[in-house]
């Protein structure tokens, strides 16, 4: 239970850290909240960390142009508040308290998340969900990449080793959507087995914007595209609700059998799941609607 | 590797591989032992120090990475007479500990919690959130409810 040797660097600068990772065998050490762990176990034994925590300018967050920008330092804690993006902030306050537990949540970071690309872990499917945009910084400078093409697999990304996550910009919603978020776990201390994300809005009783993201129910994160457009353009009404949610269910996820819940239960976990976030979601778009 | 921590305010010069995790350097470097290591993979908490007034698990760190920053464990709670701290007070008399074993871990994350926002005691939702952070075999958490609400209105002059 402790780490194998390793040389360890601080730097203070974003090209230093891109410096670092070019030497090969190298890890970004961020919140260390996963990475520790599993070179605590020596499952990983990487030669070098890169510890970017010294460096000032990754803790930035802000939300503007339509986006908000969450640099390499935004630790999950952030989100606890009300970090004033509108149902953005709504939603992703809600998604953080099923993250951890508050020491950790007050180390780890948002794109160390993504970076270690855990199957059941709740912001790769909400970067999934909400179309985010990923920002990969090595020697060769930075390319974008959607977050629905990040993620490869079960702690699988195309990131290259060389690369740092060095920003993600996820979409501000729309000022009348409303959200819903429902993870369903075994105890409150585990991993979500499954989770609905959902945000929509509705003008005339009509869902006129919808994004639905799941959580460990395909080797990847899931954006529900089939079930988008089960609900795109209908009445938001229980029926509604309840048939794309089981489309969600049947067509969108893809769950692997588990020794304690076959593929079948988990399509059907995932169509509770789905509706009941979807109801949260209409319910939380009345409330601003009505001038909440 | 040199590294300077300010450990329950007393300023300390250990030389560490840069392997050492906090935990380690605590134990081992500083001869601190009232921080426990049991799972070091971040579940039960018994490691849990403050770093900079902020609780951590210390077994998820690196001592390198604490340089230049200010630790406090279990040890450095009581007075400096040894008046214990109103929360070691309150674990006490709710008998919120039976074997100990996690006790200092569940003492240094209610005193960051309470340190930071003693409201959090109020507000049973949050301070069951914070509860579930460590792990207890032993007292079924109830107890350490209770104490942690005790002390807080210790804390805020006896209020309530
Ligand atoms: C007890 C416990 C319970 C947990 N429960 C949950 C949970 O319910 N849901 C959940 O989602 N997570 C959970 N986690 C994991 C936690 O959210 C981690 O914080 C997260 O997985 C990793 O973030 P980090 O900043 O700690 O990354 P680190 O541990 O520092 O790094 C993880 C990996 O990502 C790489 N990396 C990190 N940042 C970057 C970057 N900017 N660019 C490139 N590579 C990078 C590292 O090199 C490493 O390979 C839990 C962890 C513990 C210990
Ligand atoms: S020993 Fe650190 S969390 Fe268990
Ligand atoms: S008192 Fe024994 S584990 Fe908590």
Known sequence: MKPTAFEYFAPRTVEEVVAALAGGDTRVLAGGQSLVLEMNYRTVRPARLVDINRVAEFTGLDAGDGVLRVRPLVRHRAFERDISAGPLGRLLSSVVHNIAHPPIRARGTMLGSLAYAHPAAEWPAVATALDAQLDLTGPDGTRTVAAEAFFAGPFDTVRRPEELLSEARLPLLPDRAGVGFVEHRRTHASFAQLAAIAALTVRDGVIDWVRLGLVNAAERPVRAHAAERALLGQPADAGTLTGAARVAGEQDADPREQPHASAGYQRHAVGVLVRRALEAAVRDAGAVGDGR | ?160
């Open chain 2, 1 to 160: 590797m040199r590294v300077t921590l300010t450990v329950n305010g007393e300023r300390r010069e250990l030389e560490v591989e840069a392997r050492r995790t906090l935990a380690d350097a605590l134990r081992e470097n500083c001869r601190l032992t009232g921080t426990h290591l049991a799972c070091e993979h971040g579940v039960c908490g018994a490691c849990t120090v403050l770093v900079d007034g902020e609780a951590v698990r210390s077994c998820l760190m690196f001592a390198v990475q604490c340089d230049g920053r200010e630790v406090r464990t279990v040890e450095g709670l009581a007075g400096a007479d040894g008046t214990p701290h109103p929360l070691q007070e309150a674990f006490s008399a709710e008998h919120a500990l039976q074997c100990g074993f996690c006790t200092p871990g569940f003492l240094m994350l209610a005193a960051g919690a309470l340190q930071e926002d003693p409201s959090i005691a109020d507000d049973p939702d949050r301070l069951r959130e914070l509860l579930t952070s460590n792990l207890c075999r032993c007292t079924g958490y109830e107890s350490i409810r209770r104490a942690v609400t005790r002390a807080a209105g210790e804390l805020a002059g006896g209020a309530s």
